[in-house]
């Protein structure tokens, strides 16, 4: 953890950081390979990969971050689909700054592993709708849209967004989106939610993307 990394001096913090982040990219590695021996096309990976990120990286040097990096790329991925799924706190459609500058800042450590891996999606959910959910998705568009994020994936929940929420902003960010059935079927629930569409009908509306 953080706190009982911070009790220990610089030098015993870096070699702890490095042996976490080594270990869990030797483990990656045999998730995959376990993945490629039993036919499974896809796995998503832990976003506590490099653990606490935002703090390791301030104390590892550019040296020791770039070979964590190449160590992570050293990955053979067998053709495996892998993806990541950053945390709820990711909301790009947020009103406030600060939680998008954060958010920012979240993506883009999680966009990394992406340059470093191959055949990845980082896979997100729209968020809060904050009493108007028009506004939040065009925040969440123009944020997107300013910062350029690649690997992007958008996929509807249970409370705010459905399937065709996100189809309707993946396809203005020509993003793909992901159809999540569990989510679905819980936003089913809502009363005020009526679909047009079938789950079959949605899939391949999705698959389209």
């Known amino acids: 953890t953080k706190t009982a990394l911070q009790k220990l001096s610089v030098l015993e913090q870096i070699d702890k950081i490095l042996l976490i982040c ?19 096309e896809s796995y998503r990976f832990s976003s506590d990969l490099f653990p606490h990120f935002t703090y390791i990286s301030s104390v590892l040097s550019e040296k020791d971050m770039s070979w964590l990096f190449a160590k ?7 053709n495996i689909k892998l993806s990541c799924h950053p945390g709820q706190h990711v909301n790009l459609g947020s009103p406030t700054e600060e939680v998008v500058f ?7 450590y999680h966009l990394r592993l992406c340059e ?20 939040a998705k065009n925040r969440f568009i123009e944020t997107y849209n300013l910062y350029k994020l690649k690997h992007i ?8 967004y459905s399937v065709e929420d996100c189809l309707e902003v993946g396809n203005e960010l020509k993003t793909p989106v992901t159809f999540e059935l569990q989510h679905h079927r819980c936003h089913l629930l ?20």
């Open 190 to 209: 809502k009363p005020e939610y009526i679909s047009k569409l079938s789950e079959h009908e949605l899939f391949l509306k999705c698959k389209q993307t």
């Open 153 to 160: 994936t958008i996929e509807n929940d249970e409370l705010s």
């Open 22 to 40: 080594s270990h869990n990219i030797k483990t990656l590695q045999e998730a995959i390979n376990y993945c490629y021996k039993n036919n499974i």
């Open 116 to 135: 470093s891996l191959s055949s990845v999606e980082c896979n997100i959910h729209l968020d809060g709708c904050y009493n108007n959910k028009e506004s």
């Open 102 to 108: 954060n958010s920012v800042a979240e993506l883009e």
């Open 72 to 78: 992570l790329s050293g990955v053979n991925t067998k």
